[in-house]
């Protein structure tokens, strides 16, 4: 498959860790230039060292942006627009799924600046990135918007919390908005949607909690970041240019929607 994405600009959010960083070593690899952001400043320290060829190359940036801060993330856009140009392709990664030692908060308990911190991330950080791009994407009549949700947001969690789960539902809602007002101007809007992915979230495949989960799928395993990012690559591509308001889940069979 050819991407396209020689030349091109890609900005992933929560690019600096698991299925983001991933999917920035996929669009490095098919000629993109790419800017990741994440939270904290030891996993965008590692993420600078992991893509450091491309970094010194200069084809990549990795720096710290606190999604909950619509001022960090302009001036993140900024640097961006300075140092490569207009993104055309957008990838919100970023997510948190926050839990205590008994698991996630019931919806009954759940802490508000739990709630709140999460929606903040997940989904308005999401929402803010997409107003920094759009404007270019519109003029320049091409764009590419890639949400990564979760299974969690497709059927009943069984793991994460409520907040995380809605969240991630949500964006499916944000991408359909996006379809119709912008789909006109050639960009497209989907969500990837991964089931149990063994990343630093999920933790070891040998846990008590991934080994059970494996017996809900299906392909007998957990996914990896490597087929995730493959995923986000086609919907970032020419290719994809017909394919908008989708939701492509990549979850080993795990769920199967009619």
Not at 21 to 49: C, I, K, M, N, P
Not at 104 to 122: A, K
Not at 128 to 139: E, G
Not at 198 to 203: E, Q
Request: hydrophobic share 40%.
């Amino acid at each position: 498959m050819s991407t396209g994405g020689t030349g091109r600009i890609a900005v992933i959010s929560g690019g600096t860790t698991g299925i983001g960083l991933a999917t920035a070593r996929r669009f490095l690899r098919d000629g993109y230039r790419v800017g990741v952001f994440g939270h904290s400043a030891e996993s965008v320290r590692q993420a600078g060292a992991s893509l450091a060829e491309s970094v010194e190359a200069g084809r990549a940036v990795a720096s710290q942006v606190d999604l909950r801060k619509s001022e960090a993330i302009q001036s993140f856009f900024n640097d961006i627009g300075a140092r490569f140009g207009a993104p055309s392709v957008l990838v919100c990664c970023a997510g948190v799924s926050p839990k205590g030692n008994n698991g996630p908060s019931p919806v009954g308990t759940i802490p508000r600046g739990e709630w709140d911190d999460v929606l903040s991330i997940n989904l308005t950080g999401a929402m803010l990135c997409c107003q920094y791009v759009l404007p270019d994407m519109q003029n320049n009549r091409f764009g590419r918007i890639i949400f990564v949700g979760s299974l969690a947001g497709r059927t009943r969690p069984l793991i994460a919390g409520p907040a995380y789960a809605v969240s991630k539902a949500a964006l499916a809602g944000l991408s359909r908005s996006l379809v119709t007002q912008y789909g006109r101007f050639g960009i497209t809007a989907n969500v990837v949607a991964p089931g149990r992915i063994l990343t630093g979230m999920t933790g070891p495949a040998s846990s008590d909690v991934n080994r059970e989960a494996i017996t809900r799928i299906p392909a007998g395993r957990l996914g990896t970041t490597d087929e995730v990012s493959a995923a986000i690559a086609f919907l970032a591509s020419d290719e994809a240019g017909f394919v908008n308001g989708a939701i492509l889940d990549v979850n080993g069979g795990e769920f199967t929607p009619s």
